[in-house]
């Protein structure tokens, strides 16, 4: 066979055109990684509200507790009654097992609709014990059944809490799948598998809570509601502290709580002072 001749066929192309092409050029490529288009990102709108919120913060400045508190309340601003929360970065490595912090406490002035005795519908506690029945109905939680385990199986989860005595615990590991990521499967170190569930159930409708830190080597935590006075928001942070300086890793030589701030409900966060923790 004989070589293949290939022809090239010029086109022209109109001066107009060809001066658009070469403009389009010379012209910066757009931005397509993530750090590009960060910089390129329109700032946030924020409301009037924030912005009057935020004019009452110094965020320069480090506020002690009787500070914070006082002006943590003056910024919730919400026509709910908004939670007020303590967010406590620790010098903790989250990879190392010995630094995980899983704890409980008893706050002084209990913060949960169940436990302050809101009005509106408390959230449900499920607790799977064949004792004290009639009286842990009329604290309002609910008595867990092999019913109750089907429903679970089939993905009804409408409650915030399970308590279980070790009886039904065997029961229970048919549905620890479900109830492990959603932090509800009963364990012994947050104090929910216990042989007394009737007296475990009265503690955490006084203002008993688990504490524990997240991914990264941090505690958040509801200490309160605006409609709490200072000195209830107050009690309630130092038992939080107080908690945690607890559970403190042995062996740790390095600054164990590096900062603490304190925010309201869509309100901006307020950075309280070290030393003038207890």
């Not at 309002?140 to 070790?166: H, L, R, Y």
């Not at 229970?172 to 932090?183: D, F, M, S, T």
């Amino acid at each position: 066979m004989g070589k293949i001749r290939t022809k090239v066929i010029e086109t022209a192309i109109e001066p107009e055109k060809a001066k658009k092409i070469e403009e389009l050029e010379k012209e910066p490529a757009l931005a397509t990684s993530k750090e590009e288009k960060k910089k390129v990102r329109p700032p946030k709108i924020r409301s009037k509200r924030y912005k009057e919120q935020i004019s009452l913060i110094d965020r320069s400045k480090e506020y002690n507790q009787q500070e914070a508190i006082s002006l943590i309340k003056k910024t919730a601003t919400t026509k709910f009654d908004a939670s007020i929360e303590a967010h406590i970065n620790l010098g903790l490595s989250p990879d190392k097992p010995e630094h995980q912090i899983r704890t409980l406490v008893s706050l002084p002035h209990p913060t949960s609709p169940r436990q302050v005795g809101a009005s509106r519908k408390p959230s449900k506690i499920l607790v799977f014990t064949d004792k004290n029945k009639e009286e842990i109905k009329k604290l309002g939680a609910e008595i867990g059944t092999d019913s109750s385990i089907k429903e679970i199986e089939s993905g009804k989860t409408n409650f915030s809490k399970v308590i279980a005595d070790p009886s039904w615990m065997p029961k229970l590991a048919k549905v620890a799948k479900i109830l492990g990521p959603k932090g509800l499967m009963p364990n012994p170190k947050s104090g929910t598998v216990s042989d007394d569930p009737l007296k475990t159930l009265k503690e955490f409708s006084a203002g008993r809570t688990e504490i524990k830190t997240e991914k990264f080597p941090i505690i958040q935590a509801q200490i309160g509601k605006a409609s709490f006075t200072e000195k209830q928001l107050l009690e309630n942070l130092d038992a939080l502290i107080s908690a945690i300086n607890a559970a403190r890793p042995e062996g740790l030589k390095k600054e164990f709580i590096k900062s603490i701030y304190l925010s309201s409900s869509m309100g901006p966060s307020i950075k309280a002072a070290l030393s003038s923790l207890n």
